[in-house]
């Protein structure tokens, strides 16, 4: 209808200013955006209403532009024309059949007349071939069935009143099999229409495009009204040769695009025709790539299935050699910590030997003292007797008239005296003696000492030796089992199979146009295998002796390799330092060299230990 809309329908909308529009069907909304922008430029208090079940255009991108003045109803216009008042002009392109159109005038005409006003004028598209005379359905279902045709989905021919199957006009949609039968047409619902209103609405019928009708109500149309100027001017014949005109004009237009559209189906017919060919060849070749991808798919397979019983063996190698590493772990753990509880209490025996030998050196040191204090007072007690005794013979002797009773007397004490002398030379032979006691004592609780400190040398050396032993076996093991699996993977990589499957997936990701990340799963782990390094650490042959743990304690670092030589541990630096060096235990452990033989717990213990060790000796 869009293409009446210059010509006719401007000319007719200006002369009659309506202020209510109603258009029946929009479908992609041609006509509604030119009635919107007449409305919008020449018609500012004008509503235009749309009604269509199922538009083909944005609808709210146009009510947002337009507002108010476009008002659109999603559904059938027989439901929805009786609810919009005072329509002023009508153009109806919905359903081309004779049920809708006559049904839709008939409730045009009841709208006007609850209102006393004249009929609305009314716009009808397709009122000439194919649907003047002919029924279209686009939903069969909602026409009651005493209204509607026999009908198929065929196309028209103009000229011929049968279907066709292979071509024609609008062959998938529902047409009605007869032409020109009662009740069928949108021509034959208006006249049937104007029959029984009883008015004497006048009709124009304008040809081409399939025909627009128009159905004005004479008192609208007033003699030398506008209106009815225009309306002669659409029956006359200057308006049927400016129609004519443009039909012609629209036809050689549509004769060039179907010359352009033959050439462009021509140049798509042979694209088609050769891509076709390409397309052939193309499946020959995939046939062939599928033929070799089904065989390299086989042979991947059966490469896959044996590299994943090589891996089950590996892990359940490597599972149990990890459970036996653990369990070797374990048991050094534990050999380790009972060395560790009994030159413990050797230590504690030690220091408690030490003790009662520095309190029995304290007593018998007392005891000396004393002693030696006693002889020396007893010793000089004499010395001055005897002093006494000389110048009393002295002075007898310049004297010799005293009594010989004085003589005697002297006798006496000198008597006396020397026994006290004498008793005096026994207590020190006995205080002698005692003091030799004392020493053999002395001499047996060192003896005892050394005994204790032999035996944590030697328990602390058997330790070690054992610690080293586990140690060596189980870097031996795991170097063994290191070189198994590279002989294994090695084996792998030289197979006819893996290679095979090697090539043909990289075949498959060139063919895919996908680029090969690494050398695949095998050479990683022989490159892996190839940096790996076992060295052994150097531990040293024996423990320090007891003689020097003191020396070293004062020493706690040497520049020349001594006992705590450079690249030795915080942890192998305590032990040394507590005459405990076990390279085996907590130092091993915390070892840089030696971390993938431990867990990141066990190294974190081990390294808690050693600071408490140290932090204990410090303190």
Known sequence: MFRFFEPVIRPVLTAARPRVVVEVGAGAGPNTALLLEWAERDAPRCTVHVVDPAPAFAVEEAQERYGKRLVFHRALSLNVLARIERPDVVLIDGDHNWYT?????????????????????????????????????????????????AYRRAGLVPGDTNLHDDGGLNRSLANAIYEHDVRNGVRTAVEDFVAESGKSLRFLSLPGDHGLGLLVDPEQAAPRSRLARVLNDLESTAFLREQCLRIERERIEARIEAAAAQRAHEKSTRREQKLRQQSEELAGDLEQLRGQAQTAAAARAEAVAKLATRSEAFAHERKHLRATIEQKTSEARKAREAARAEIDRALAAHANAQAELAACSDAFAEERRQLQATIEHKTSELDARTDAFERQRERLERRPQDTDDRSRSLEEERSALEKNVVEAGLNLERAAQERTELERRLADREARVQALVQSRRRQSEDLQARSLELRDRTVVQISADLEQVRRDLERVADSHAWRLGHAVMRFLRLITFRRPSTGGGVARALDRLSRIDVPLPHVPAALPSSDDVGAQAERPSSGNGGPLAAGATR????????????YTADGFIVDEQWRDLFTEDEREAARHRLAADEEALGS
Not at 117 to 141: K, N, Q
Not at 571 to 579: E, F, I, K, P, S
Request: no cysteine; proline share 8%; net charge negative.
């Open 101 to 149: 159109v006559f049904h839709e005038l008939q409730l045009l005409a009841r709208s006007a007349h609850g209102h006393d006003r004249p009929f609305p004028i009314t716009f009808l598209h397709d009122v000439d071939w194919p649907y003047g005379r002919r029924d279209l359905y686009y939903d069969p279902d909602v026409i009651p069935d005493a209204y509607r045709q």
């Open 571 to 582: 942890g192998a630096v305590a032990l040394q330092r507590t005459g405990r060096r076990d």
